[in-house]
């Protein structure tokens, strides 16, 4: 709906234009520019001169603000990104479904981060250093705006702490390191 209405806008706004367009002054250039545009030029020769053809033009957008110059502007849309923010539904409820390949491939620690292991950590390993290979072992953070997606994309029971015997995130699922959110205190 919003395009046909602006299209229709755009075809009011330009007609007068046309009219502007033939009464402009145009341009007088010298021989010698014409003869060295037209032989070093010789392929954007014509568009230049249509565009010096055109003179100072007075047009007023749907919101009456007049642009001059020597370039019409035509109306534009918003440009829309599209952009996965989620999410799934399902159909009998309407409630959110986790993505499963988050669960699979990610693991959120207890203060809200989430961690995935090194990209590429398995492939080609003889073409990797031992030092390399001890450095893939590590996980990864995610950034802030992967991990609000990734919380999104999960419902509240993966989001709840977790406790699993011998767990080898244990001591990283506590954030010490900053005085203002420490629990413990310094030794």
Do not use: C
């Not at 602006?6 to 402009?24: D, K, M, Y």
């Amino acid at each position: 709906m919003l395009r046909i209405v602006s299209t229709a806008f755009q075809g009011i706004v330009t007609r007068p234009n046309v009219a502007n367009l033939t009464n402009a002054l145009i341009r007088k250039q010298s021989p010698l520019i014409q003869n060295v545009q037209q032989r070093y030029f010789g392929a954007l020769s014509s568009i230049l001169n249509r565009w010096n053809n055109v003179g100072n033009i007075e047009q007023k957008t749907v919101l009456s603000q007049t642009h001059k110059g020597n370039v019409i502007i035509p109306m534009t849309l918003p440009v829309i990104t599209p952009a996965r923010t989620v999410i799934k539904f399902s159909l009998k409820n309407g409630k959110r479904k986790t993505v499963k390949a988050v669960t699979k491939r990610f693991y959120r620690l207890n203060w809200g981060i989430w961690i995935r292991p090194h990209a590429g950590r398995t492939s080609k390993m003889w073409t990797k250093s031992l030092n390399r290979k001890s450095r893939l072992k590590r996980h990864v953070f995610v950034n802030a705006t992967q991990s609000t997606l990734l919380d999104k994309m999960v419902t509240m029971y993966w989001k709840r702490p977790r406790y699993y015997v011998d767990d080898p995130y244990n001591p990283y699922h506590q954030r010490e390191e900053f005085p203002y959110t420490r629990k413990k205190p310094l030794p």
